[in-house]
């Protein structure tokens, strides 16, 4: 079975300050792992994704993410917050030899102050 | 990547009528999957759109209440029959592609009212 908590459903952050929105994973297979950022009334976008290459991913507009297997995390960061990151963002896994069967998150809303 | 196209965006019903949804991808793609989104919520997986046989249903959604066709592989429908407002959410049809990623639509959005 495969779960994701994403801890904090809000987080609040100052433009160009740090972002930092916490996921943790539970998977009784190699996990593939995906974050999503959903922008107001839009469908969802993929920031990056992990599928056992390197532990440290790169994503889209500057996010990364690192995959650390003994804290079972995938936490997701960007060194300065932009105005136009406030959206919802999502984790969620996959089995290995995914199939798109995703298990999602309850999602974070990121709030970005000016 | 795959370009996703719903119909229609958004819509307000009335209880007891139901709705069916459009989806059709720029590409050809094998995996085809309907998810729901409740107001506030998080993502669940509906079913697997199967191409040219019977949609495979996740734990709490039957065919009697979402029925899902799959012609082809570029379009899949989805209805939402005898709806109530529970069944308020935002539908959103995605697609997996051989990159290993999965793709949304924009997503319908839909009041019962």
């Known amino acids: ?114 | 990547s795959a370009v996703i196209s719903q119909k229609p965006s958004r819509d307000i019903c009335q209880r007891g009528t139901s709705l069916t949804i459009q989806c059709q991808v720029d590409s050809q793609v094998t995996m085809m999957f309907w998810y729901r989104q409740q107001p506030g919520q998080s993502l669940t997986l509906i079913a697997t759109a199967n191409q040219g046989s019977e949609a495979t249903y996740e734990s709490g959604f039957v065919i009697d209440k979402f029925p899902i066709s799959r012609p082809n592989l570029t379009f899949s429908t989805l209805t939402v029959s005898n709806m109530s407002p529970e069944d308020s959410s935002i539908y959103l049809c995605s697609v997996y592609t051989n990159t290993g990623e999965l793709f949304f639509g924009e997503g319908s959005r839909l009041t019962v009212l």
């Open chain 1, 1 to 114: 079975a495969q779960s994701v908590t994403q801890l904090g459903s809000h987080v609040s952050v100052s433009e160009g300050a740090l972002v930092l929105l916490r996921c943790n994973y539970s998977s009784s297979v190699p996990p593939y792992l995906f974050w999503y950022v959903q922008y107001p009334n839009q469908g969802l976008q993929l920031l990056l994704k992990y599928t056992s290459a390197a532990t440290l991913v790169k994503g889209i507009n500057g996010f990364e993410a690192e995959f650390k297997k003994s804290e079972t995390s995938f936490h997701l960061t960007k060194p300065s917050a932009h105005m136009s990151d406030a959206a919802e963002y999502f984790c969620a896994v996959g089995g290995s030899g995914n199939t798109g069967k995703l298990i999602f998150g309850q999602g974070t809303t990121l709030q970005v102050k000016p």
